[in-house]
């Protein structure tokens, strides 16, 4: 009798405990440790697309998706989350009009100078979206 209500005071002060109970968690959107790499990587991939002269670190890209995907589960998200904010078109088009933002003064959307010079500036600074890229 005292083994069982030992056992259920504890499973009673676990169940309320903080570190055991359910908080919301804000969409990965707005972690920036997770958005601002993520989104520096999808620029980084556009601008090796568009431009003919610059390429992107394509593998270095994948590495930095790995531990951004292990840095979100650590952080309490799931397989399915991760998933469905990396695939929602939403975001998807949301990230396309944030890099959009990003290089308008660098020239028109259709031109693949814009990307080029947008690429080049970006390496020259050494940012998260230049050590992305490499010049051919």
């Not at 270095?60 to 929602?88: M, P, T």
């Not at 933002?101 to 814009?114: A, M």
Request: hydrophobic residues 40%; contains cysteine.
């Amino acid at each position: 009798m005292k083994h069982a209500v030992i056992v259920l005071v504890t499973a009673a002060i676990l169940a309320v405990s903080p570190a055991t109970a359910t908080t919301a968690r804000p969409s990965l959107r707005d972690v920036p440790e997770i958005e601002n790499p993520l989104f520096a990587i999808v620029v980084a991939y556009v601008i090796g697309e568009q431009c003919p002269t610059i390429t992107a670190r394509r593998f270095k890209g994948l590495l930095q998706l790995e531990k951004l995907y292990w840095r979100a589960r650590d952080l309490g998200y799931g397989h399915d989350e991760i998933r469905a904010y990396v695939k929602s078109p939403a975001e998807k088009e949301r990230m396309r009009k944030k890099g959009m933002e990003l290089l308008k003064k660098y020239g028109p959307e259709d031109d693949p100078q814009s990307y080029c010079a947008f690429g080049r500036a970006e390496i020259q600074k050494k940012s998260a979206i230049g050590a992305l890229l490499r010049a051919k």
